[in-house]
């Protein structure tokens, strides 16, 4: 981990805290923008007019999967430690990446469809891949009862209370596979929520994540073009505005 | 209740690029043929909202169907094989077209080297320069005389691209010009023109102009739209069974496409195949197919799966050494370099076989004389088009996560590339595909199972690999160059390389393969197995051209086969022949 990773960041505490908010929808998308107090990625609100269903207060952003409040807060918390707001633009909070992630674990991806999922079941050795009965949303539910059970064991408070590098840590721990989990190796849970993290914030907004494709900006992808043929043999670096699915329509 | 169909010519099981081959071939002779495919039917017009990365490069949703059936896995047969659960290290398609509906397109032919592996090197190395574990064997055919269906199979395909100075036994050019290059394609052919090295314009099935093939199919120019590999073509303009042979077959009107039609097995009286069960996926109802002649055209899983499943065929047993169906599987090695530059290009703007590639260290091109392999790969930088959920480079010692994580992965997307090898595979002793003892598929049958893992030889050749890859980056001025490990053992988890071939191979001889090279059982005479199951190793180039010149090949044996009944090759003087 980096230096920079340590360092106290008060400001994205006290983001990430207030992230609670919204799944209650006491935070809109433009209070947000000034909360993080950047305008990088937001420098083209033309593109997503009121009724865009990307916008933070439109219909979609309710939950489809979990039941508490309060998990869908810890799995917030813990997609913006792995996908923080900085200067480069919003994290995976501002992006909708918890949205994303809770609409997918109701659907095919959280209940493993088009995978293997007989028996027997057994372990296997470290080269074999994914043997649990478990099903993703399993994973996912677990896990962040897992996480929220090492931050009070270690730190006496819930996980979305913590410091953002006690987050890490409790985080860290996951991935080097030393937090025990019933049926399932954290480092598999840790993996999986940081590939739909990563989904969450760079996927077409159409899945409800990537709000404003300013996922897309931050990164200079210009999303789903028709044709490049124009611009492939250029010299120079093109900027291109993005463009979404929804276009193709 | 199984019900009779009525009988027809030739059934084929799976219709991508093989089976498209052998019913657009069969059909233009007039022959009854009906394509029997798990998957559904599609065309161009089913990928008008195709530029989602989620959907098709994470959620693989052109994929075969793990839930109905995958392969076990173990890395040495001391183990117990567990399932594939989902999918990692390799993909393998489903649907009409196949695999070849969302295929790259890198579209190459194998080198006379590799036909006549075994007597060519044992010539120039003498007879042990390899461990005896290593069953490197001739394939029974030679360069020249493939070459005919080579030249078909590019014709209809149109392919892209300009002739390979290090090839010069092919003087014939291509259907089409090169594709279009880029800024960093440019550098990389600079660069190792510097280092002495011999450049060209991959070859490719994104085609660079329109183009009419001979059955007179358009395709049309690539747009470098970025979204091509495990994606279809909106534009029709990458070369897929699904825009040539297949329109071409149903033209013909002697070709039925019976699509969600899954077989699990083979009839036959133990010499001759009589026809085949297949499921329909949507109802559960059964189906015999009686054929006269039966074309596995499954790829390499269900090919030697359905053989085994069938009893034909001798199975290959690792401890004696003896039989022949499931040996020989190979892979193919991955080297990975990659190279971080300072400045940025547009790397979201690309294609799926967009790219230039050199054979200076493929084949026997280099002496391996003072080297401990054989052998070698085709070393390509490609411009594919990188999209941002899977395209997350960043320099060794980056956390893949969190602050650093989320800065470095910006920083890079558009100032990284990789320079990559198909690296040749080796079919060695324990490699083998066989039948699992415990999983089974949803209609009961027992799962393939693969055994499986990196052999020295890999090891060596990827590592002598990389650092040529190594030089190139640096000589074009990157900034980092870094080259990821080849694993200790194979992991069936972390993507490495699609092109999984063998189990059913072709040979000059009964006791050591099980084809002769029209892809004709030497076992049972009305069996033609076609696809990359039939490589006796897997070369220093993509597979799907000597598939595909495999298949025209296997089109004209049927067609003798049906002139004068019996084996099409005599076999070379073995025991049993
Ligand atoms: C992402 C990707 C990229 C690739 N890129 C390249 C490339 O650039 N260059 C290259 O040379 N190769 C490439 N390949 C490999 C290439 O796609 C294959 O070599 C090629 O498609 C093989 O053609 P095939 O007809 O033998 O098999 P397939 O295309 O796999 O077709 C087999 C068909 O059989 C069907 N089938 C299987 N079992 C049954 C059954 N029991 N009953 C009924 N139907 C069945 C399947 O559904 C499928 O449609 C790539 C592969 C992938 C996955
Ligand atoms: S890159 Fe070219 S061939 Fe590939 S999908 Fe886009 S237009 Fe088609």
Known sequence: MSDEKKAPDLSRRKFIKNSGYVAGGAIGGGILTSLIGTSVWNGDQKTAPETTTNNADSYNRALMYFRRRKDF?????????????????????????????????????????????????SEGTDYQGYQSPLKRHEIFSAGIQAMERESQENYGTSFVDLEGEQQDKILQKFQDNKVKMKHVSSAYFFDQLRTATLSGVYADPLYGGNANMDGWRMKEFPGSQMSYIQQIESEEFIDIEPSPLKDHL | MVKTLDKVDVVTVGVGWAGGIIASELGKAGVKVVGLERGENRSTEDFQMVHDEYRYAIRYDLMQDLSKETITFRNNPGETALPMRQFGAFLIGTGVGGAGTHWNGDTW???????????????????????????????????DELEPYYEKFEKMAGTSGELNPLRPERTRDYPTPPMKSTPMLDRFEKAATNLGLHPFRLPSANISEAYTNPDGQTLNQCQYCGFCEKFGCEYGAKSTPNVTVIPTA????????????????????????????????????????????????????????????????????????TGVIGKNYCYHITPVVTGFFKDKFNASMGAGSLGTTLDDFNNDNFDHSDLDFIHGGSITMKQLGKRPINENAAPKGTPNWGKEFKQKSIEYFNRSIPVTSQGTSLPHRNNY????????????????????????????????????????????GADKVETRDLMEHFDIVPAHNDHITGGVIMGE??????????????????????????????????????VGALAYRAAEGILKFKEKDGQLVKAKDSSRA
């Open chain 2, 509 to 546: 001889d009964p006791e050591t393969s099980a084809l002769n090279n029209y892809l004709q059982m030497w076992d049972m005479d009305n069996v033609f197995v076609i696809g990359a199951s039939a490589f006796p190793h897997n070369g220093g180039y993509n597979p799907t051209g000597t």
């Open chain 2, 109 to 143: 032919f194998f080198s006379p080297y590799d036909f006549e592996i075994k007597t060519m090197t044992d010539k120039k190395y003498g007879k042990n320069k390899l461990p005896k574990e290593y069953l490197i064997q001739d394939w029974g055919i030679t360069y």
């Open chain 1, 73 to 121: 807060e810890i799995l917030s918390a813990a997609t913006e430690r792995i996908f923080p707001e900085d200067e480069n633009g919003p994290g995976a909070i501002a992006l909708g990446a918890p949205y994303f992630i809770d609409h997918q674990l109701a659907g095919g991806f959280g209940n493993n469809e088009k995978e293997y999922t007989r028996g027997p079941f």
């Open chain 2, 250 to 321: 149903l033209k013909t009107n002697n070709f039925e496409l019976r699509t969600h039609a899954n077989v699990v097995g083979i009839h036959h009286d133990g010499k001759r195949a009589t026809g085949v069960r297949y499921v329909d996926v949507q109802t559960g109802e059964e189906f015999d197919q009686p054929a006269d002649i039966v074309v596995l055209t499954s790829y390499t899983v269900s090919n030697a799966r359905l053989l085994l499943l069938s009893d034909i065929g001798k199975p290959y047993d690792p401890n004696t050494g």
């Open chain 2, 433 to 476: 595909l066989s039948l699992d003892p415990t999983y089974k598929d949803a209609y009961g049958n027992p799962l393939m199972r693969l055994t499986y893992d990196f052999t020295e030889h890999d090891h060596k050749l990827h590592d002598f690999i990389s650092e040529r890859c190594a030089e190139i980056l640096h000589e074009m």
